[in-house]
């Protein structure tokens, strides 16, 4: 699903090499791809908490497991975690109940990502930028909720288009790619997550890791450029 953009913790984190000045891979880009959550906002630890809630008639051990799954997959849909969560808690997975949990999960954490803490540097460059590249918003949130955060934040006007669940990001990639004639290596991806970086190698788009204290392994992982804060000037 596109949207049309319209007009108008307490812990640090890791410190990587491209701390120094804006990462080459974005400064040289024509079309950038943005992951949102943990991206531009800080707000991962916000869907934990959210999840959490959901199965809160769990034992903490639940608790627990679910807030590790999902801080280790942070790009996939809450329309697959939330079936996965229930059962794990031993609550009904029917289309019904799940229908239920994800509009009680929107209703917890909706205000909690808007308040939450910005990406350092991210929503300068976002507003600065928006008419020197081209700005597409790809994220696993459903597409009428990150619509409404982003007219909240009064960044609809920095993205050409906002893509969300339930389109999968990969699909997005590619048929943004084809619509604005890009070539892969002109552009980047910038997420948090292996689903974020799949997304982009499976389209032959570089990938920008943004690294924060739920996903500082990746470093090690992936062999990508990586930032924690956007400095540039």
Same mark, same amino acid.
């Given at each position: 699903?596109?949207?049309?953009? &319209?007009?108008?913790?307490?812990?640090?984190?890791?410190?990587?090499?491209?701390?120094?000045?804006?990462?080459?891979?974005? *400064? #040289?880009?024509?079309?950038?791809?943005?992951?949102?959550? %943990?991206?531009?906002?800080? =707000?991962?630890?916000?869907?934990?908490?959210?999840? *959490?809630?959901?199965?809160?008639?769990?034992?903490?051990?639940? %608790?627990? &497991?679910?807030?590790?799954?999902?801080?280790?997959?942070?790009?996939?849909? *809450?329309?697959?975690?939330?079936?996965?969560?229930? =059962?794990?808690?031993?609550?009904?997975? #029917?289309?019904?109940?799940?229908?239920?949990?994800?509009?009680?999960?929107?209703?917890?954490?909706?205000?909690?990502?808007?308040?939450?803490?910005?990406? $350092?540097?991210?929503? #300068?460059?976002?507003?600065?930028?928006? %008419?020197?590249?081209?700005?597409?918003?790809?994220?696993?949130?459903?597409?009428?909720?990150?619509?409404?955060?982003?007219?909240?934040?009064?960044?609809?006007?920095?993205?050409?288009?906002?893509? %969300?669940?339930?389109?999968?990001?990969?699909?997005?990639? =590619?048929?943004?790619?084809? &619509?604005?004639?890009?070539?892969?290596?002109? =552009?980047?991806?910038?997420?948090?997550?292996?689903?974020?970086? *799949?997304?982009?190698?499976?389209?032959?788009? $570089?990938?920008?890791?943004?690294?924060?204290?739920?996903?500082? #392994?990746?470093?090690?992982?992936?062999?990508?450029?990586?930032?924690?804060?956007?400095?540039?000037?």
């Amino acid at each position: 699903m596109t949207s049309p953009a &319209r007009t108008g913790s307490s812990e640090a984190a890791p410190e990587p090499a491209e701390e120094a000045g804006l990462p080459p891979v974005l *400064r #040289d880009a024509g079309l950038v791809f943005w992951d949102f959550d %943990g991206v531009v906002k800080d =707000s991962v630890e916000v869907k934990s908490d959210g999840f *959490r809630w959901i199965v809160r008639g769990a034992d903490d051990s639940i %608790g627990n &497991r679910v807030q590790r799954h999902h801080e280790a997959n942070g790009g996939i849909s *809450r329309f697959e975690k939330i079936p996965l969560y229930l =059962s794990w808690a031993g609550m009904s997975s #029917d289309a019904a109940a799940v229908r239920r949990a994800c509009a009680e999960f929107s209703r917890f954490v909706v205000d909690a990502v808007i308040d939450s803490p910005w990406v $350092p540097g991210v929503r #300068d460059y976002l507003v600065e930028n928006r %008419g020197n590249q081209v700005f597409i918003l790809v994220t696993a949130t459903p597409a009428d909720e990150i619509g409404w955060i982003l007219e909240r934040l009064d960044l609809l006007p920095c993205f050409s288009e906002v893509h %969300g669940a339930p389109m999968a990001k990969a699909d997005a990639v =590619s048929e943004t790619l084809a &619509r604005h004639l890009f070539e892969p290596d002109q =552009s980047v991806f910038i997420g948090d997550s292996e689903s974020d970086h *799949r997304a982009a190698t499976s389209n032959s788009v $570089p990938f920008l890791l943004r690294l924060h204290r739920f996903n500082d #392994d990746l470093i090690e992982v992936l062999d990508v450029p990586s930032f924690s804060e956007l400095s540039y000037g």
